[in-house]
C-alpha cells in the first residue's frame, strides 16, 4: 500500500466515528425538538451536513485509490447513511491498515513475497 492510499485511508476512518456521533446527537435533538422546546436541529444539521460531506469525498478517494471492488466500496457507503455505522466503518478500516503494515513489514523482511 501507497503512502496515498493510506493516507486516504486514514482520512476516512478519522471522519466516521465524528460522523457517527453527530448523526446520533443529530437525531437526539430531533426527538428533543418535538418533545420539548430545545431545539438544535438547525446547528447539528449543519454539523452532521459538513462531516457526512466530509465522510462521502473521503470514500470517493479511498475507493479510488484502494481499488475495492464494488462491494466493499457499497459497504462502507451503506455504512455511512447508518446511526451508528461510522463506527463500524472505522473499526474495519482499522484493522485494514493494522493488516497492510503487518504485510507490508512482513514483504520488507522477506517473510512474504507478496
Excluded: Q
Excluded at 31 to 43: E, G, I, S
Excluded at 72 to 89: D, E, I, M
Amino acid at each position: 500500500m501507497d503512502i496515498k492510499t493510506a493516507t486516504a485511508l486514514r482520512r476516512l476512518r478519522l471522519v466516521s466515528a465524528p460522523e457517527a456521533v453527530s448523526f446520533l446527537i443529530l437525531l437526539l435533538c430531533s426527538v428533543l425538538k418535538r418533545t420539548t422546546d430545545f431545539n438544535a436541529v438547525p446547528v447539528m444539521g449543519a454539523v452532521h451536513g459538513v462531516l457526512f460531506i466530509l465522510y462521502v469525498i473521503f470514500w470517493a478517494d479511498a475507493w479510488n485509490r484502494a481499488k475495492w471492488p464494488l462491494g466493499t466500496a457499497a459497504l462502507y457507503f451503506v455504512l455511512s447513511v447508518l446511526p451508528t455505522g461510522g463506527f463500524f466503518a472505522e473499526r474495519k478500516l482499522r484493522r485494514e491498515a493494522e493488516d497492510a503494515v503487518i504485510a507490508a513489514r512482513a514483504r520488507k523482511e522477506g517473510v512474504v513475497n507478496a
